[in-house]
Antibody, heavy 120, light 110 residues
Framework: EVQLVESGGGLVQPGGSLRLSCAASGFIFSNNWMTWVRQAPGKGLEWVANIKQDGSEKYYVDSVKGRFTISRDNANNSLFLQINSLRAEDTAIYYC?????????????WGQGTLVAVSS | QSALTQPRSVSGSPGQSVTISCTGTSSDVGGYNYVSWYQQYPGKAPKFMIYDVSKRPSGVPDRFSGSKSGNTASLTISGLQAEDEADYYCCSYAGSYSLVFGGGTKLTVL
């Protein structure tokens, strides 16, 4: 059974940092693109970043470029999102999701999410 | 990277059909046959419902179907059931390995 379990969220002050993790199991982690999607309270979904199977390519939404870094550890079946210079508008539930088959354009399994709250 | 446009809400009675539209541009919906749809219950993670415009993953009922014309994609749910009441999001590939989501549509089953 495919499982994705996020962790690392919390309450942080503006300008602070967090490192989100996503532990994957039930599939060959190195076969799939992986993606972070966020959802602000009461709002819609927003694609944040994705990373190729071997970690060689990474892509970001414009609003997080230079502040967020996606990475993966295929040996330990883990996905990460380092988030720096946090702003109030980064407050959201952050989901990790698996790319369907070997593609990047659709997301077939999602974790339960981890909440990041930015407030002073 | 502007969000795709979806109606805020739609509704229908049990047994009826409803269609949710998702309008983008030639840079996303209109430019690629990579539209996907997700169902989300309150407080839960999204669920994968449709990919590549009209394909259903294993386990998704055939009451759910997708289509696309020009810059607008659509999700149709036929034989509406109470359990279909949820939020629905479209998503399109937007080039350069980026994705863009719609604002979401709340489906109410009357």
């Amino acid at each position: 059974e495919v499982q994705l379990v996020e962790s690392g969220g919390g309450l942080v002050q503006p300008g602070g940092s967090l490192r989100l993790s996503c532990a994957a199991s039930g599939f060959i982690f190195s076969n799939n693109w992986m993606t972070w999607v966020r959802q602000a309270p009461g709002k819609g979904l927003e694609w944040v970043a994705n990373i190729k199977q071997d970690g060689s390519e990474k892509y970001y939404v414009d609003s997080v470029k230079g502040r967020f870094t996606i990475s993966r550890d295929n040996a330990n079946n883990s996905l990460f999102l380092q988030i720096n210079s946090l702003r109030a508008e980064d407050t959201a539930i952050y989901y990790c999701a698996r790319g369907y088959v070997t593609g990047v354009d659709s997301l077939d399994y999602w974790g339960q999410g981890t909440l990041v709250a930015v407030s002073s | 990277q502007s969000a795709l446009t979806q109606p805020r809400s739609v509704s229908g009675s049990p047994g009826q059909s409803v269609t949710i539209s998702c309008t983008g541009t030639s840079s996303d919906v209109g430019g690629y046959n990579y539209v996907s749809w997700y169902q989300q219950y309150p407080g839960k993670a999204p669920k994968f419902m449709i990919y590549d415009v009209s394909k259903r993953p294993s386990g998704v009922p055939d009451r759910f179907s997708g289509s696309k014309s020009g810059n607008t994609a659509s999700l149709t749910i036929s034989g509406l059931q109470a359990e279909d009441e949820a939020d629905y999001y479209c998503c399109s590939y937007a080039g350069s390995y980026s994705l863009v989501f719609g604002g979401g549509t709340k489906l109410t089953v009357l």
